[in-house]
């Protein structure tokens, strides 16, 4: 993509900023983009390879949700400010600002998906089409089928998690080591894990501060302020169209997708064989034909 193609900016959010990136020309006749990055407390970084997307001529947005990355840090603010509705309404103030609140398309990954479910739920009429990329309805199904993955690891493995999670040493040598056998099964199945992966992880890093706080201390021990949340008896209420990809070996297994494919009217579903948590880096070109696919069938 030509870099005069690429606009960078900032959203103004109540008191604070929300960063954006904007990969195309957002006049196009194709409807834009938008991209809501996992977490809570990711950055943009990892799945800035959706940019692939804006070769077809449709614009492409990114942002750093609050409290994250570019935008906004918020290190001192407690567990009751970080909350699905704040993010909510950032991205609702995000539409306003680039004018496309009433002509856009949402790609949530991971987290990013459980927001984008939470918008759809509300029945925006600008959204036009959804997709939950790697996203679980609830997460005591996350949670639960985390379990099982974990007893699937070597016996040594999950002891070692177990018997750190139990000391609340999270950041203990033997308990990295432990989570990054997870991790390479089930988040990312590229090793080493390519720049755009790392970025992310540079940030989070420096300030893990929402992902600590709305998640927990990792991707499978969840003792955040997000453990109960769930959509399972919402989803009927999204009419957007919606598009649901997973992994074969994703952390978001099956279980933790099928409440969407159940009750959403309008639904597809697509598992990418060779991938776990990341298909948009494992299976890159399969992963873009499928969603650039289904997005121009509702372009209209």
């Given at each position: 993509?030509?870099?005069?193609?690429?606009v960078e900016g900032i959203a103004p959010?109540?008191?604070?900023?929300?960063?954006?990136?904007?990969?195309?020309?957002?006049?196009?006749?194709?409807?834009?983009?938008?991209?809501?990055?996992?977490?809570?407390?990711?950055?943009?970084?990892?799945?800035?390879?959706?940019?692939?997307?804006?070769?077809?001529?449709?614009?492409?947005?990114?942002?750093?949700?609050?409290?994250?990355?570019?935008?906004?840090?918020?290190?001192?603010?407690?567990?009751?400010?970080?909350?699905?509705?704040?993010?909510?309404?950032?991205?609702?103030?995000?539409?306003?600002?680039?004018?496309?609140?009433?002509?856009?398309?949402?790609?949530?990954?991971?987290?990013?998906?459980?927001?984008?479910?939470?918008?759809?739920?509300?029945?925006?009429?600008?959204?036009?089409?959804?997709?939950?990329?790697?996203?679980?309805?609830?997460?005591?199904?996350?949670?639960?089928?985390?379990?099982?993955?974990?007893?699937?690891?070597?016996?040594?493995?999950?002891?070692?998690?177990?018997?750190?999670?139990?000391?609340?040493?999270?950041?203990?040598?033997?308990?990295?080591?432990?989570?990054?056998?997870?991790?390479?099964?089930?988040?990312?199945?590229?090793?080493?894990?390519?720049?755009?992966?790392?970025?992310?992880?540079?940030?989070?890093?420096?300030?893990?501060?929402?992902?600590?706080?709305?998640?927990?201390?990792?991707?499978?021990?969840?003792?955040?302020?997000?453990?109960?949340?769930?959509?399972?008896?919402?989803?009927?209420?999204?009419?957007?169209?919606?598009?649901?990809?997973?992994?074969?070996?994703?952390?978001?297994?099956?279980?933790?997708?099928?409440?969407?494919?159940?009750?959403?009217?309008?639904?597809?579903?697509?598992?990418?064989?060779?991938?776990?948590?990341?298909?948009?880096?494992?299976?890159?070109?399969?992963?873009?034909?499928?969603?650039?696919?289904?997005?121009?069938?509702?372009?209209?």
């Open positions: 993509m030509n870099p005069a193609n690429v959010f109540g008191e604070w900023e929300t960063w954006y990136r904007v990969t195309g020309d957002l006049s196009s006749p194709k409807t834009p983009l938008v991209v809501a990055h996992g977490g809570p407390g990711c950055t943009h970084d990892y799945v800035l390879s959706m940019v692939k997307i804006a070769e077809t001529g449709r614009p492409v947005i990114h942002y750093d949700q609050l409290g994250n990355g570019r935008s906004t840090r918020l290190p001192d603010q407690g567990e009751d400010f970080w909350t699905v509705d704040l993010f909510l309404a950032e991205l609702d103030h995000l539409l306003a600002t680039l004018d496309i609140k009433d002509r856009y398309f949402l790609l949530g990954q991971s987290w990013g998906g459980m927001l984008g479910a939470e918008h759809g739920i509300r029945r925006p009429a600008g959204l036009k089409a959804l997709v939950l990329s790697n996203s679980p309805a609830s997460m005591a199904l996350w949670a639960s089928e985390a379990e099982i993955l974990r007893s699937q690891l070597p016996r040594e493995v999950d002891d070692a998690l177990r018997r750190h999670e139990a000391d609340g040493t999270y950041q203990d040598p033997e308990y990295l080591a432990a989570q990054k056998v997870y991790y390479d099964e089930h988040v990312c199945r590229v090793v080493p894990n390519p720049p755009e992966v790392l970025a992310t992880e540079h940030y989070m890093d420096r300030d893990a501060h929402v992902y600590n706080v709305m998640n927990g201390p990792n991707e499978f021990f969840c003792i955040g302020t997000l453990r109960d949340w769930t959509v399972v008896d919402r989803v009927h209420l999204i009419t957007a169209p919606t598009l649901l990809c997973s992994g074969r070996f994703d952390e978001a297994t099956p279980a933790t997708v099928q409440p969407f494919f159940d009750a959403i009217p309008d639904v597809r579903w697509e598992i990418f064989e060779n991938s776990s948590h990341m298909p948009f880096v494992e299976e890159p070109e399969h992963y873009f034909r499928v969603v650039e696919g289904f997005l121009a069938e509702h372009d209209a």
